[in-house]
């Protein structure tokens, strides 16, 4: 294995690259037909770290404008493999998204989690991040009560 992983942004047509992932990178398997999705949509960006040819950690945002409001930076998820984690991985993933957050003319970029996520609490405020007190709400679309 290589010492440490390459961190970038992926450009549109590098849909390809997200043949080979960790088990543990994203919550899910990727689907091929919500990837090209993702990939066809300029606001949608992913970061990754890539080691020996290998996707180990991910953090995927959106850029977005309101009526009112300059374009912001809506961080979703970051994850990275369990066996590197602690390693500034995440700092590095995290990095890249805000500088092209920055890139794009947002004024600021936003992102959750879990109360008791301590680690992640720790890194967003190493960046900077300011915690602010909210409750999310997550409404079901699916028909299901």
Same mark, same amino acid.
């Given at each position: 294995?290589?010492?440490?992983?390459?961190?970038?942004?992926?450009?549109?047509?590098?849909?390809?690259?997200?043949?080979?992932?960790?088990?543990?990178?994203?919550?899910?398997?990727?689907?091929?037909?919500?990837? @090209?999705?993702?990939? =066809?949509?300029? $606001?949608?960006?992913? #970061?990754?770290?890539?080691? +020996?040819?290998?996707? %180990?950690?991910?953090?995927?945002?959106?850029?977005?404008?309101?009526?009112?409001?300059?374009?912001?930076?809506?961080?979703?998820?970051? @994850?990275?493999?369990? =066996?590197?984690? $602690?390693?500034?991985? #995440?700092?590095?993933?995290? +990095?890249?998204?805000? %500088?092209?957050?920055?890139?794009?003319?947002?004024?600021?970029?936003?992102?959750?989690?879990?109360?008791?996520?301590?680690?992640?609490? @720790?890194?967003?405020? =190493?960046?900077?991040?300011?915690?602010?007190?909210?409750?999310?709400?997550?409404?079901?679309?699916?028909?299901?009560?």
């Amino acid at each position: 294995m290589s010492a440490a992983p390459q961190v970038r942004l992926l450009g549109r047509d590098e849909i390809a690259v997200l043949e080979r992932v960790a088990a543990d990178v994203f919550d899910q398997p990727i689907d091929p037909r919500w990837a @090209g999705e993702f990939f =066809a949509d300029p $606001r949608h960006h992913l #970061a990754v770290a890539v080691l +020996d040819g290998e996707i %180990v950690g991910m953090a995927s945002a959106l850029h977005y404008v309101h009526p009112d409001k300059p374009p912001t930076l809506w961080i979703n998820e970051v @994850g990275v493999t369990a =066996a590197l984690r $602690r390693r500034g991985i #995440a700092r590095q993933l995290m +990095d890249a998204l805000l %500088v092209h957050g920055r890139a794009l003319g947002c004024s600021e970029a936003w992102v959750a989690t879990e109360f008791d996520n301590t680690a992640a609490r @720790g890194l967003y405020a =190493a960046l900077g991040g300011q915690e602010a007190p909210m409750l999310a709400v997550a409404l079901p679309l699916d028909g299901a009560d």
